[in-house]
């Protein structure tokens, strides 16, 4: 019997303005997001095959469908692609209603076993996973939680919270010194096995049942923000949407609003604009950005801007980046958790730059850059830097000054020693994009920097 050719999937790729060695590409990169080594060797043939009618098997179908859903920048499925939907596992953080602790259990185990994360792995990231639930499930998660019954005799000690709360901000401050692949696992271990288990304990008090909660969803989002910066995507959403949960179920508004902020962030750099404004705009309602400290509230409405930046709301995100502004320089040293310690000028001036770039206006992001660069304190928060010189060179060659560029992409590769981060390997990736039209008329130095590139991506993570 011949194959019916796939035209939904040709008018799709047609419309991405996608070769077939273009989407191949684009899919490799995806499916290594998500650890799927089998598909990061998917080539035009296999796009080409599809085309025709062939069918791919396995994780295949929801790769492609996440890979131009990025790429078109609106939620397709599986349907709209020409592959109708296949039945494949749960996941367990990707639900509203599961139970937390059996949700960390089973992601912990997923995350640190490689290769049941390899069999699991069949879907990426998903913008569908991203829909909120109604703002009366918020409203009565805490009262949920409460009723649950205790799975444990054991209750929680001072010496039990300190152990979470200390573990959060040591690997924290890792996590901004050498990124998120180092020290990864040791922090999912710690999670699974000893934080995530306090959730079933039993409580004395209503106050220090919402306490644990508070701080083991931190610690939950830290782990997620980790596999964030390492690029493994799927597992950041994961962690990420379970933190929220946990988050809700303390009542804690601050805290929700910090991970949902998360959340949004990484739908901006996977290109998802709408999902990721939904996500801003939940962060900043009265009882999350509300009820923050000034500094907290800063890096909310900044990444709002993001958020809008990303849309192309030109006036809200000037409006979001003012506000921003405001609330930083009321922000004093006492008044915010230790989670958001980091957020200062040069944060602020990183993500100031990075919406304007979003906006089409390089110039104005150089300038924020800049003063990032200038104002950040680099041995604490290496692997930031060394992302925001990336950056810095990306705006400079855009607006043809190479030299500086060149200049610049070397600072950043002098940054990135000892750093094991995905971020600065997409750095690297885009920085010798940059550098492959001039590669050949560039000089000896354009040549000896995309080697030095070359060499660094085999060391970052």
Request: proline residues 4%.
């Given at each position: 019997?011949?194959?019916e050719?796939?035209?939904?999937?040709?008018?799709?790729?047609?419309?991405?303005?996608?070769?077939?060695?273009?989407?191949?590409?684009?899919?490799?990169?995806?499916?290594?997001?998500?650890?799927?080594?089998?598909?990061?060797?998917i080539s035009r043939?296999?796009?080409?095959m599809?085309?025709?009618?062939?069918?791919?098997?396995?994780p295949?179908?929801?790769?492609l469908?996440e890979?131009?859903?990025?790429r078109?920048?609106?939620?397709?499925t599986?349907?709209e692609?020409?592959?109708?939907?296949q039945?494949g596992?749960?996941d367990?953080g990707?639900?509203?209603?599961?139970d937390?602790?059996?949700?960390?259990?089973?992601?912990?185990?997923?995350d640190?076993?490689m290769?049941?994360?390899?069999?699991?792995?069949?879907?990426?990231?998903?913008?569908?996973?991203?829909?909120l639930p109604?703002t009366a499930?918020?409203?009565?998660?805490?009262?949920?939680a409460?009723?649950?019954?205790?799975?444990?005799?054991?209750?929680?000690t001072?010496?039990d919270m300190d152990?979470?709360?200390?573990?959060?901000r040591?690997?924290?401050?890792?996590?901004?010194?050498?990124g998120?692949?180092?020290g990864?696992?040791?922090?999912?271990?710690?999670?699974?096995?000893e934080?995530g288990?306090?959730?079933?304990?039993?409580?004395t008090?209503e106050?220090?049942?919402?306490?644990?909660?508070s701080?083991?969803a931190?610690?939950?989002?830290?782990?997620?923000?980790?596999?964030?910066?390492?690029?493994?995507?799927?597992?950041?959403?994961?962690?990420?949407?379970?933190?929220a949960?946990?988050?809700?179920?303390?009542g804690?508004?601050?805290?929700?609003?910090h991970?949902?902020?998360?959340?949004?962030h990484?739908?901006?750099?996977?290109?998802?604009?709408r999902h990721?404004?939904?996500?801003a705009?939940?962060?900043?309602s009265?009882?999350?950005?509300?009820?923050?400290g000034?500094?907290?509230k800063?890096?909310?409405?900044?990444?709002?801007?993001?958020?809008l930046?990303?849309g192309?709301?030109?006036?809200?995100?000037?409006a979001?980046i003012?506000?921003?502004e405001?609330?930083?320089a009321?922000?004093?040293?006492?008044?915010?958790p230790?989670?958001?310690?980091?957020?200062?000028?040069?944060s602020?001036a990183h993500?100031t730059?990075?919406?304007?770039?979003d906006?089409?206006?390089?110039?104005?992001?150089?300038?924020?850059?800049?003063?990032?660069?200038?104002t950040?304190?680099?041995?604490?928060y290496?692997?930031?830097?060394?992302?925001?010189?990336g950056?810095l060179?990306?705006?400079?060659?855009?607006?043809?000054?190479?030299d500086?560029?060149?200049?610049?992409?070397?600072?950043?590769?002098d940054?990135?020693?000892g750093?094991?981060?995905?971020r600065?390997?997409?750095v690297l990736?885009?920085?010798?994009s940059?550098?492959?039209?001039?590669?050949?008329?560039?000089?000896r130095h354009?040549a000896a920097?995309?080697?030095?590139?070359r060499?660094?991506l085999?060391?970052?993570g």
């Amino acid at each position: 019997m011949a194959r019916e050719r796939n035209a939904a999937l040709a008018a799709l790729l047609k419309e991405a303005g996608w070769s077939q060695p273009q989407a191949a590409a684009a899919m490799a990169r995806v499916a290594a997001e998500n650890g799927i080594r089998e598909l990061q060797a998917i080539s035009r043939s296999h796009i080409a095959m599809w085309i025709q009618g062939t069918r791919p098997s396995g994780p295949a179908p929801h790769i492609l469908c996440e890979t131009l859903s990025r790429r078109l920048c609106r939620r397709l499925t599986l349907t709209e692609i020409g592959l109708e939907a296949q039945s494949g596992p749960t996941d367990p953080g990707s639900h509203w209603s599961v139970d937390p602790l059996t949700a960390l259990a089973e992601l912990g185990s997923d995350d640190l076993d490689m290769h049941r994360r390899k069999l699991l792995a069949t879907t990426a990231y998903s913008a569908a996973g991203l829909t909120l639930p109604a703002t009366a499930w918020w409203a009565t998660a805490p009262a949920e939680a409460a009723r649950r019954p205790a799975l444990s005799p054991r209750r929680v000690t001072p010496a039990d919270m300190d152990d979470v709360r200390n573990l959060t901000r040591y690997f924290s401050d890792r996590d901004q010194q050498r990124g998120g692949a180092s020290g990864r696992s040791a922090l999912a271990g710690h999670l699974r096995d000893e934080a995530g288990p306090l959730l079933g304990s039993s409580f004395t008090t209503e106050r220090e049942r919402q306490d644990t909660y508070s701080a083991v969803a931190e610690m939950t989002y830290l782990a997620g923000w980790m596999a964030f910066d390492a690029s493994e995507h799927r597992t950041a959403q994961r962690y990420l949407t379970l933190a929220a949960r946990i988050a809700a179920e303390a009542g804690d508004g601050p805290l929700s609003g910090h991970v949902l902020r998360a959340l949004a962030h990484q739908a901006v750099d996977l290109g998802h604009p709408r999902h990721a404004l939904d996500l801003a705009d939940a962060s900043m309602s009265r009882d999350r950005y509300g009820q923050a400290g000034h500094r907290e509230k800063a890096l909310l409405a900044i990444v709002h801007a993001r958020a809008l930046a990303a849309g192309g709301d030109r006036t809200g995100t000037l409006a979001a980046i003012s506000r921003a502004e405001r609330d930083l320089a009321r922000a004093d040293r006492d008044d915010a958790p230790s989670r958001v310690g980091f957020f200062q000028e040069a944060s602020l001036a990183h993500e100031t730059a990075c919406a304007l770039r979003d906006l089409g206006q390089p110039r104005d992001a150089e300038i924020h850059f800049q003063r990032s660069v200038a104002t950040r304190r680099r041995k604490l928060y290496a692997r930031t830097h060394s992302v925001t010189l990336g950056y810095l060179g990306a705006v400079q060659v855009q607006q043809g000054r190479l030299d500086e560029a060149c200049a610049t992409w070397s600072h950043a590769l002098d940054a990135m020693a000892g750093i094991q981060s995905g971020r600065a390997r997409d750095v690297l990736a885009r920085m010798q994009s940059d550098l492959s039209p001039v590669r050949r008329r560039g000089g000896r130095h354009v040549a000896a920097l995309d080697q030095r590139a070359r060499d660094m991506l085999r060391t970052v993570g």
